[in-house]
C-alpha cells in the first residue's frame, strides 16, 4: 500500500492531469459496474427471480460510456476546476487558507456552480451517447437533474468541509476522486431508475397531485 501511494505521488508530481484523468476514467467505470450489479440484485430480490439464466452480466457498452464521462469531463475539468478555485479564493478574494470563510466560500462555489454543471453534463453525456436525440435528452434532464442534485446536495458540502479545510490542495483531487466512485454508483443507479415514483415525488407540486388524483395523469 505505501509503495502504491509513492507511485502515485510520482505520477502527480510529474504528470497531474494525465493521472487524474486516468484515475477518474477506472474509478466511474467500476462505479458504474457496481451500480449495475446493485440494480440487478435489487430487480431480482423485487422480482423473486432466482433462475441461473437471471445471472448477473456487465453491460460493457454502459460502463465504456461512463468511463469515458470521468476520462474526458471529471480528470481534467475536475483538475483545473480545484486549482482554479484555490487560487481564486486565495489571491482575489484574499481570505487565509484554512479559516471559516475560506473553506465556506469554497464549499459554496463548489455547490454553486461545478456540481449542478457537472451532473449536467453526465445526464447529457449518458444520453446522447445512447443515441437519444435532443428532445430525449431534455425529458431525461427533466425527469432526473433535480432529483440527483437535490440528493447530492445533502451530502457533497459536508464531504467538501472536510476535503477544503483538511487535505493539501496537491492532493484535494485524490480526494474528491475516490468520493467520485461513490457519486458515479449514485449517478449510473439513479440513472437506471428510469421513472421510478421516488423521482416523480420531486417534480410533483401539491396542485398536480391533486389533479392526478382527480383523474389526470
Known amino acids: ?27 466511474w467505470g ?16 423485487r422480482l423473486q427471480i432466482s433462475d441461473a439464466g437471471q445471472d448477473f452480466k456487465i453491460d460493457w ?12 469531463f471529471v480528470g481534467p475539468v475536475g483538475h483545473f476546476w480545484y486549482e482554479g478555485l484555490d487560487r481564486f479564493i486565495r489571491l482575489r478574494l484574499l481570505l487565509q487558507p484554512g479559516s471559516v470563510r475560506f473553506v465556506a466560500s469554497k464549499v459554496a462555489m463548489d455547490s454553486l456552480i461545478f ?8 445526464l447529457s453525456h449518458m444520453g446522447f451517447s445512447t443515441g437519444k436525440n435532443a428532445a430525449q435528452v431534455k425529458e431525461d434532464l427533466k425527469r432526473d437533474f433535480l432529483p440527483a442534485l437535490i440528493v447530492e446536495s445533502g451530502a457533497w458540502p459536508f464531504v467538501q468541509v472536510v476535503n477544503f479545510r483538511y487535505v493539501p490542495v496537491r492532493y484535494q ?4 476522486n475516490l468520493f467520485c466512485l461513490l457519486d458515479s454508483i449514485f449517478l449510473s443507479w ?7 415514483s421516488w423521482k416523480q415525488w420531486f417534480s410533483s407540486s401539491p396542485s398536480s397531485k391533486e389533479q ?6
Open 190 to 196: 439513479m440513472e437506471q431508475q428510469k421513472d421510478a
Open 61 to 72: 457498452k454502459r460502463t465504456a460510456i461512463t468511463s469515458m464521462f470521468g476520462f474526458g
Open 212 to 217: 392526478g388524483h382527480g383523474g389526470g395523469r
Open 173 to 176: 483531487l485524490l480526494y474528491v
Open 30 to 45: 467500476v462505479g458504474d459496474i457496481t451500480a449495475q450489479s446493485i440494480t440487478h440484485s435489487s430487480a431480482r430480490k
Open 115 to 122: 456540481g449542478p454543471f457537472e451532473l449536467f453534463v453526465f
Open 1 to 27: 500500500m505505501l509503495n502504491a501511494w509513492k507511485w502515485y505521488q510520482r505520477c502527480m508530481s510529474l504528470h497531474p492531469v494525465k493521472t487524474q484523468v486516468i484515475s477518474s476514467g477506472i474509478l
